[in-house]
């Protein structure tokens, strides 16, 4: 096969024609190979191999991997406690919510749980998070669709959580605020009321989504019934989150095995039956409604309740009374030495949680030393690149970046 | 539903193919079972409720000599069955790491198996697609996640005392 870009019009053969950033190759009668990635207009990089015959998709072929750090294995090389700052690379915007499961997981095989304080703060991240990690995916699914409109607006409004979420831990994305038996900080004074300002911005934003966006005739005309999961399918192939829901099944891990406090908290879980593009979309616009109802419950319960320890005392007991003062001034809970030395008991645990684009589950094991044994992580994304391989194939291409996009794929998260 | 009554619940279920149950931290429950009945384990389980796999974990004993390979099961579809996680586990000879694919039983295994494969190396027969997903060829060929794959890393202060 030769590498040259073959442009002189007689010599144009389709059988190695090299396009920049696609590559075809024809492999039978009317049945070409297409290379479509690593670059392209989604987030991150990840490559999928189509087979068309025509412009119909007849089996395409996900190829994952372009950001693959190793994280499972780096991890048994590090102590627990940078566990953290190392995991929450898989999802920087959803980053509470993908280290917080890691952080049950130790503080259960230490048998230990962080105070209500302290669990009504991770709530309160992950939301912001959850909210802001929506609106990324808003904001690439515009791109997708040419609509540059729906790329600018999510990406601004994106910009009020993520400015929230660096007022209460002091990072735009990576946190590293759920930390073994707490958090980091407690909200800072006059958190709560511009929070709520936030939620009421985000209420009024939501409606113009839905003018300029989810009405919009054309979205509709690529959207609907295009890469329909029906609702067996979806669960036999294990797809998560907002894609499974928008399938018509009602799993969600904040209901079905809930953490921290949302056994404690007001919130329905919304669920469409049709299972296209076009329901996916609606889908996550409910949930950002969801997340702003909760947010605001966690608002009102930081107003009445005084501020308390947001540490486990079996961690804040070793703190030096200079932390102790800080802490009393600025809410702020500096890690003593103790984490750095920590060992955790031998066994196993098992923890989940739901972030943005679904359900993230950890295997944690110990054999009682001061790093892990083995830690298995899969994520949402990952379970979520099986649509390509099953759903995609009998679509036209026009319609992949439209199934991207509505899948929310986030190509770092799934090669972890 | 409680972990034990659920435990009583697989025990019939599986009669003698269920060799222990162990119940950690009260939502995690870990079915050790023989590599020859782990289609059969597999079916009954799907039957029972438990619809899909979470995750496949595979851990390296490597003094021990052994891999041991646990498909985490858990439901969509059945409100109660959805708190638990149910890991079916085997272990398989470390020098030769071959066992049977459940794709066929469960389509979500499908990029799982792979990558236990790229990583572990471990051979899942008649897994119909079995490549390396994440990694590159070369790279899988280190098998990258055995404990006998030694990360290069400065000693950290607290390894050197110990």
Known sequence: ?416 | MGPEELVERIKSLLGDFAKDIKIWKNDYIEVEVDKENIEEVAKRMKEFGFDHVKDLTVVDYMKEGFFRIIYNLGSYDNFELSYYIVGIAYNIPRDKPVTKTLYYIYTSADFQEREAYEAFGITFEGHPDLRPVLLSPPVAELKPLRKDFVVKEDPEIITKKK
Not at chain 1, 389 to 411: E, N, Q, T
């Open chain 1, 1 to 416: 096969m030769s590498g040259i870009i073959r442009t002189q019009g007689a010599q144009v053969g389709f059988n190695d024609l090299k396009l920049p950033g696609m590559w075809s190759r024809k492999i039978g009668k009317d049945l070409y190979e297409i290379f479509i990635g690593p670059q392209h207009p989604g987030s991150g990089h990840m490559r999928i191999v189509i087979r068309i015959d025509g412009d119909v998709i007849v089996e395409a072929d996900p190829d994952m991997g372009y950001v693959h750090r190793t994280m499972e294995k780096l991890s048994e090389v590090r102590t627990w406690i940078k566990g953290i700052p190392l995991f929450e690379r898989m999802a920087i915007h959803d980053a509470c919510n993908v280290t917080l499961p890691y952080v049950r997981a130790v503080e259960k095989l230490m048998d230990i749980e962080a105070p209500e304080r302290a669990k009504y703060l991770r709530v309160l991240l992950c939301e912001i998070n959850r909210i802001a990690a929506f609106l990324y995916g808003f904001g690439i699914f515009g791109v997708f669709l040419g609509h540059s409109t729906m790329y600018m607006w999510p990406f601004g409004d994106r910009e009020v959580w993520v400015e929230l979420a660096e007022w209460l831990t002091g990072a735009r994305l990576t946190h590293s605020y759920p930390v073994f038996g707490g958090v980091r900080r407690d909200v800072p004074a006059g958190f709560t009321d511009a929070l709520r300002k936030a939620i009421r911005y985000m209420r009024k934003r939501l409606e113009d989504y839905r003018k300029i966006f989810v009405d919009n005739p054309v979205i509709r005309a690529r959207l609907e019934d295009v890469g329909v999961i029906p609702k067996n399918l979806a669960i036999e192939l294990g797809i998560t989150g907002p894609n499974l829901r928008a399938s018509g099944v009602k799993y969600d891990v904040r209901l079905n095995h809930p953490y921290e406090v949302y056994d404690q908290l007001d919130f329905e879980i919304p669920v469409f039956q049709e299972g296209d593009a076009y329901a996916r979309v609606w889908q996550r616009v409910e949930e950002i409604k969801q997340s702003l109802n909760i947010l605001e419950q966690v608002a009102d319960w930081l107003d009445k309740h005084p501020r308390t320890p947001i540490l486990h005392d079996k961690f804040w007991k070793t703190a030096p009374p200079l932390y102790k003062k800080i802490f009393e001034e600025t809410g702020r809970a500096k890690l003593g030495a103790v984490y750095a030395i920590m060992k955790v008991p031998a066994g196993k645990a098992y923890e989940r949680a739901e972030t943005a684009r679904g359900e993230i589950s950890y295997y944690v094991e110990s054999n009682g030393g001061n790093k892990p044994y083995r830690i298995r992580i899969h994520s949402a994304s990952a379970r979520n690149a099986l649509v390509y391989k099953y759903i995609v194939p009998g679509h036209r291409v026009m319609d992949l970046p439209a199934i991207y996009g509505s899948i929310d794929y986030f190509p770092p998260e799934a090669d972890r």
